[in-house]
Nanobody, 123 residues
Framework: QVQLVESGGGLVQAGGSLRLSCVAS????????MGWFRQGPGKEREFVAS????????YYADSVKGRFTISRDNGKNMVYLEMNGLKPEDTAVYCC????????????????WGQGTQVTVSS
């Protein structure tokens, strides 16, 4: 009965910003590492960012460092991805995921996945 539901995607112009949200239910949220992954058209799924259970440690793909910020609110069972300076190459379906192993970029170790939210960046 674990569910992860993303929201906040949409269409924006290059240079714009979006804030994605993911709400989790059916798990002890504060014990899980949370991550964001994306898959663009014709591309493989790739790691975007992750945050430790406490929120003390965050990790980012090189392609988004300095532009994206991941955060979490354990009281609300939510994780966020603030995206600034968006580029057309950021266009993808963004999914949040939960890992009980503290993994960073290895998507195989994320047990629970949301359905994703579409982010489209126009030039």
């Amino acid at each position: 009965q674990v569910q992860l539901v993303e929201s906040g995607g949409g269409l924006v112009q290059a240079g714009g910003s979006l804030r994605l949200s993911c709400v989790a239910s059916g798990l002890i949220f504060s014990t899980y590492t949370m991550g964001w992954f994306r898959q663009g058209p014709g591309k493989e799924r790739e790691f975007v960012a992750s945050i430790s259970w406490s929120g003390r440690n965050t990790y980012y793909a090189d392609s988004v460092k300095g532009r994206f910020t991941i955060s979490r609110d354990n009281g609300k069972n939510m994780v966020y991805l603030e995206m600034n300076g968006l580029k057309p190459e950021d266009t993808a379906v963004y999914c949040c995921a939960a890992s009980q192993f503290g993994t960073r970029s290895d998507f195989a170790l994320y047990k629970y996945w949301g359905q994703g939210t579409q982010v489209t960046v126009s030039s």
